[in-house]
């Protein structure tokens, strides 16, 4: 499961906690330069945890001022989308000529790969969430005019993007790798509907994505609640049956048929990992959600045509 890496300068004596932050976020970020607008008085912590490819990072320290200048930008690196949402304070994102400031409950973006400004004029808490650019790039939209600009604080997609990204920081040191890898996968794609709901391009078809992916996620959380059904993830989502229909349209087997997909799939993913070969099929099939265990040998069947059995039997290293 994701673990959490932690940088604080608690145990750095005062006086050389300045220095220790602006060399630790110079070799973390790649050259990016931090001061401290003269201050003596300083601490700072960060925690990091990955989400598949999108890293999230809670921080926390006295006022500073990070600068990225054109001649720092190395080509060479990984080009991310950054986005700083504050839990507690300010921070000005200054990109592309535009400044934005946000605060509690908002967000803004801004590109890693050209020069930027990011101020925190006074004592900040915030969650900072790295997308690959690449993962946005490929899905055709024009980012420049994107950055450096307010979102989340009227609501919408960009609010659900901020929701997201809060509850997947707080969750993933309890997730899988896969679970995380899918958590990452649904950021990556609110912070798409989030662009082109700034761009203008949001639709209804938008809005209902969006639920959709939260549905999913939703779902990936809960796999192993035997009770988890359509009526149950409308009251956690808060919205009604017909909207939560309405968002599974265009899926095949609708939201009870993607449940038991994800199931199964989750089933058959443990039987093939050689880490599971002491649990029992019944133990696993239990742990994802499945009460009925004829119900779970006649569906697994169904989806991959043989018994569970007769599946794990094929798998090398593994015996029923």
């Known amino acids: 499961m994701p673990s959490a890496s932690v940088m604080s300068t608690d145990q750095v004596a005062p006086s050389e906690r300045v220095g220790f932050w602006s060399d630790w976020v110079n070799r973390l970020f790649c050259g990016l330069q931090s001061s401290q607008y003269g201050d003596t008085d300083f601490d700072g912590r960060m925690s990091t945890v990955h989400a598949g490819e999108v ?6 320290a006295s006022r500073h001022h990070v600068t990225r200048s054109a001649s720092q930008v190395r080509a060479s690196e ?14 000005g994102v200054e990109q592309k000529g535009r400044e934005a400031w946000v605060t509690p409950d908002q967000w803004s973006i801004y590109d890693t790969t050209d020069s930027y400004a990011v101020a925190n004029p006074v004592r ?3 969650l900072i969430v790295m997308v690959p650019k690449q993962r946005l790039v490929e899905r055709g939209l024009a980012l420049d005019p994107l950055m450096a600009r307010r979102l989340g604080g009227s609501g919408g ?11 997947a920081y707080r969750e993933l040191p309890g997730m899988s790798e896969a679970a995380a890898r899918g958590v990452g996968d ?46 149950g993830i409308a009251h956690a989502l808060n919205c009604s049956r017909r909207l939560l229909y309405n968002a599974f349209a265009e899926e095949p087997d609708g939201v009870a048929g993607y449940i038991l997909r994800r199931r199964l799939e ?5 039987f093939d990992d050689r880490a599971c070969a002491h649990r029992s099929i019944t133990d696993i099939a239990l ?34």
């Open 78 to 91: 990984v080009g991310y989308l950054k986005i700083v949402a504050p839990f507690v304070g300010c921070a």
């Open 266 to 270: 989750a089933c058959r993913r443990s």
């Open 55 to 60: 890293v999230l990072t809670h921080l926390a």
């Open 186 to 231: 649904a950021i990556t794609q609110f912070v798409h509907l989030s662009m082109l709901d700034l761009a203008g391009i949001g639709t209804a078809q938008t809005q209902r994505e969006a639920l959709r992916e939260r549905i999913k996620q939703h779902v990936g959380e809960h796999l192993g609640d035997p009770a988890l059904s359509v009526d």
């Open 287 to 320: 742990s994802f959600g499945f009460s009925n265990m004829a119900h779970f040998s006649r569906v697994f069947r169904s989806h991959l045509g043989m018994p569970p059995s007769d599946y794990r039997r094929g798998v090398p290293g593994l015996t029923g």
């Open 157 to 167: 997609v960009a609010r659900l993007a901020l929701e997201t990204m809060r509850s």
């Open 124 to 126: 900040v808490e915030h």
